[in-house]
């Protein structure tokens, strides 16, 4: 079974505005300041051809690589991206964290198998950081490290009713 992977909070770990704010909270032209969401998410690396490697072996489908600055991974239906791109030198990934909230931003992604990238993840030594699930609902979103510690969650297809989430390469709603 081929797992599908989306991304239902875009920019990660590198964060794009779509509009500036002004000092009274309207936009330049004086109507309320709206956002939406590039769903980009952009893991930094000092080694990224090497820790792409670990996100193709946990599901996600290689687009292109990007010389050796990266590599690019889309989407469900080319609907995001998955960046592996270049650290700067001088940098080094963060330590290991015990909690998601230790992570300055998380990046969840839905699939249509969760139970499989889970195992993947386990697998591929990846730490459960933490289950978050939510008090009212049969809903949990599963938070992993990766080989350099960035924290990423994992839920089912759908979770959040209130999400407007993009339909299916199949053609079924999501």
């Known amino acids: 079974m081929k797992t599908r992977l989306k991304s239902i909070f875009g920019p990660c770990l590198g964060i794009c505005l779509i509009s500036f704010m002004q000092p009274d909270g ?8 709206t956002f939406s969401i590039i769903a980009t998410v952009m893991v930094r690396s000092p080694e990224p051809m090497k820790l792409a490697e670990y996100y193709a072996a946990l599901g996600f ?9 990266g590599v690019v991974f889309h989407l469900e239906n080319h609907q995001g991206s998955l960046e592996i791109i270049q650290m700067d030198p ?7 964290k015990r909690s998601r909230t230790q992570q300055g931003v998380v990046a969840i992604f839905e699939t249509d198998n969760l139970d499989e990238v889970l195992d ?6 990846s730490p459960l950081i933490e289950t978050w699930t939510h008090p009212r609902a049969s809903v949990s979103i599963h938070y ?29 709603s999501s």
């Open 144 to 172: 992993i490290a990766d080989p350099e510690n960035n924290i990423l969650g994992f839920t089912s297809r759908g979770h959040n009713p209130n999400l407007n989430t993009p339909t299916r390469s199949d053609g079924e």
């Open 26 to 33: 309207l936009s330049a032209d004086g109507g309320e300041l």
């Open 90 to 96: 001088d940098t080094k990934p963060s330590g290991p």
């Open 61 to 69: 489908e290689k687009e292109r690589v990007a010389g050796s600055q």
């Open 120 to 125: 993947r993840a386990r697998a591929l030594g």
